[in-house]
């Protein structure tokens, strides 16, 4: 079975502060990780996928295989940045499964 | 209008009544896929349908019924369901299915039932 965890429901930081989302996930083979966001009145939306290696608004995530990991950093948050962001994992199994953590809502103050 | 288009956005119901949510794909894709946002628990996958036919069907009672006429369009079918049914239904659409592909979402429609 396959689970993800994100152990914060709300992170409250101010602008220019360093910013870490958690995220652990449970998953016997090799996964593939995601970050989705989804902003005021808008819909969700993929941020950026561990395969691409990119960094995405300043965000980055790297996939830490022996802490099975996937933790959303930003060195200096923007107020814009205020959203919720939801963590999700794809197995290697049939079909397009993603299962998703349960959401961090992030609040940048100025 | 272009992306996922999900319609009504707001919906209440009587435990009684039937219903159904309409999500459209102005994407070209071939998967479409049905989600569950309630407030307390995390995003939860519905049902998978790729190039019309259902794939995936995660464990959904009865209650629920989908349909895929094409691979454009999906619908969500609803009949005597709970109050614990009320959430956000959210409707996604990627190329295909499998790994690498990107799944796009709708806004989501509303529901409520009483």
């Known amino acids: 079975a396959q689970r993800v965890t994100q152990p914060e429901k709300l992170l409250s930081v101010f602008k220019g502060a360093p910013v870490e989302l958690k995220c652990n996930y449970s998953?016997?083979?090799?996964?593939?990780l995601f970050w989705y966001v989804q902003y005021s009145r808008q819909r969700l939306q993929l941020l950026l996928r561990?395969?691409s290696r990119e960094s995405i608004k300043g965000f980055t995530a790297d996939l830490n295989k022996g802490e099975t990991s996937f933790h959303l950093k930003k060195p200096f948050a923007q107020e814009e940045d205020s959203a919720m962001y939801y963590c999700?994992?794809?197995?290697?199994?049939?079909?397009?499964?993603?299962?998703f953590g349960g959401g961090t809502r992030l609040m940048v103050k100025p | 209008e272009t992306g996922v288009t999900q319609t009504p956005r707001h919906l209440v119901m009587g435990m009684t009544n039937k219903k159904s949510l309409k999500c459209e794909q102005h994407?070209?894709?071939?998967?479409m896929y049905w989600y569950k946002q309630s407030a307390k628990k995390p995003l939860e996958l519905m049902f998978v349908?790729?190039?019309?036919?259902?794939?995936e069907n995660n464990s959904v009672p009865s209650r629920f019924s989908p349909e895929c006429p094409n691979s454009s369009h999906l619908f969500l079918h609803l009949h005597t369901l709970q109050p614990e049914d009320s959430a956000l239904y959210l409707c996604?659409?990627?190329?295909?299915?499998?790994?690498?592909?990107?799944?796009?979402f709708g806004p989501g429609t509303r529901l409520t039932v009483l």
């Open positions: 561990h395969i």
């Open positions: 999700a994992l794809r197995g290697n199994n049939a079909g397009n499964m993603l299962t």
């Open positions: 349908y790729n190039f019309k036919e259902q794939t």
């Open positions: 996604a659409s990627s190329q295909e299915t499998g790994r690498g592909n990107e799944q796009f």
């Open positions: 994407l070209g894709h071939n998967a």
């Open positions: 998953y016997s083979g090799s996964p593939e």
